[in-house]
């Protein structure tokens, strides 16, 4: 779990992201608040999303899925919980956090998951937060590698001296599995010997 000590302190704010009032967790080295959690009141806002606020004022959301020690049955009004669920808590509260990033970027376009890991990570959120959040994704099908391939296939402009090699290792390279990029090419008609052929084509040749 992630340990405070590590960490050192961490304080609950309130952060404007780009331009939404999203309530965030971010990290205060320099805060010297207690580092347990009193929780003010809770409420869920989804079957599986809740807010929590604080008695110190600030509040955030995190996903149940997102709590590997800590039980939502122990996150109820009144509640001081100790280091660890602190930890745990307040982890969750960031994949929430990663979540809602990718969640902006996908919102702007179809992303793979390997290129979207590599934005996330340099906005400087760990790999691990990512990793769940974008598994998150991925089971909702917000996030989907296939569908991203077949985007980036129907908008690539493609002339005649490209072929399968040249375009599977595109997709390779942007992160796409062989399995998923090959059965993308197979399913727009995209030809061993490099020429693209399409359905009404490949009809009339039968």
């Not at 999303?49 to 997102?66: A, D, K, N």
């Not at 956090?97 to 996330?120: D, G, H, I, P, T």
């Not at 990512?130 to 909702?140: F, G, Q």
């Not at 072929?163 to 942007?174: A, Y």
Request: aromatic share 8%; hydrophobic share 35%; with cysteine.
């Amino acid at each position: 779990h992630l340990k405070l000590t590590d960490i050192l302190h961490v304080t609950l704010v309130w952060l404007n992201v780009r331009n939404t009032d999203r309530k965030v967790l971010v990290v205060d080295s320099s805060s010297q608040n207690d580092r347990k959690l009193e929780i003010s009141t809770t409420r869920w806002v989804s079957k599986d999303c809740m807010e929590i606020t604080t008695v110190s004022g600030p509040s955030f959301f995190l996903r149940e899925i997102y709590l590997s020690c800590v039980s939502v049955t122990d996150i109820v009004e009144g509640a001081v919980l100790n280091e660890d669920q602190t930890a745990d808590i307040i982890e969750a509260g960031f994949c929430f956090v990663v979540e809602q990033k990718a969640l902006e970027y996908l919102n702007r376009s179809e992303q793979c998951s390997f290129n979207l890991k590599r934005k996330l990570l340099a906005k400087g959120h760990s790999k691990k937060c990512i990793d769940l959040a974008l598994a998150y994704l991925e089971s909702k099908n917000y996030l989907s590698d296939e569908r991203f391939a077949r985007v980036w296939k129907k908008k690539k402009k493609i002339n005649h001296s490209e072929g399968r090699i040249k375009l599977l290792s595109e997709l390779l390279v942007r992160g796409i599995s062989k399995n998923i990029a090959e059965k993308v090419l197979d399913d727009f008609g995209v030809c061993i010997v490099g020429r693209i052929t399409n359905y009404s084509d490949k009809k009339h040749s039968q």
